[in-house]
């Protein structure tokens, strides 16, 4: 499975950007999908998940203001984020992993996309 992530860029405090990563190959929709994101500095942290019927689990950071969802058909995974902050400023990762149901671990996360750069003034 190859990933590519996009969306990501420039956006003030209390704004909305949406990420999506796109998925190659056909066994898209047995993987559960992550975001995760890392600012300079800091070690890579969990943002959301879905697993394959939609069931999504949030870090506590962002519950209430981002949105992950799944097209199956598009191959495609998205992250909704709205209210901003600027603590929010780094690389989101997108994610796949084998487990069953939704993983907030990196380590089990079996494929990964480039990364896109979301910075958010204040």
């Known amino acids: 499975v190859q990933l590519q992530a996009s969306g990501g860029g420039l956006v003030q405090a209390g704004g909305s950007l949406r990420l999506s990563c796109v998925a190659s190959?056909?066994?898209?929709?047995?993987?559960?999908m992550g975001w995760f994101r890392q600012a300079p500095g800091k070690e890579r942290e969990f943002v959301a998940a879905s697993d394959w019927s939609g069931n999504t689990h949030y870090a506590d950071s962002v519950k209430g203001r981002f949105t992950i969802s799944r097209d199956n058909a598009k191959n495609t995974v998205y992250l909704q984020m709205n209210s901003l902050k600027p603590e929010d400023t780094a690389v989101y990762y997108c994610?796949?992993?084998?487990?069953?149901?939704?993983?907030?671990?990196?380590?089990?996360?079996?494929?990964w996309g480039q990364g896109t750069q979301v910075t958010v003034s204040s």
């Open positions: 994610a796949a992993s084998g487990v069953v149901g939704t993983t907030p671990r990196a380590e089990d996360n079996d494929y």
């Open positions: 190959g056909r066994t898209f929709s047995r993987y559960s």
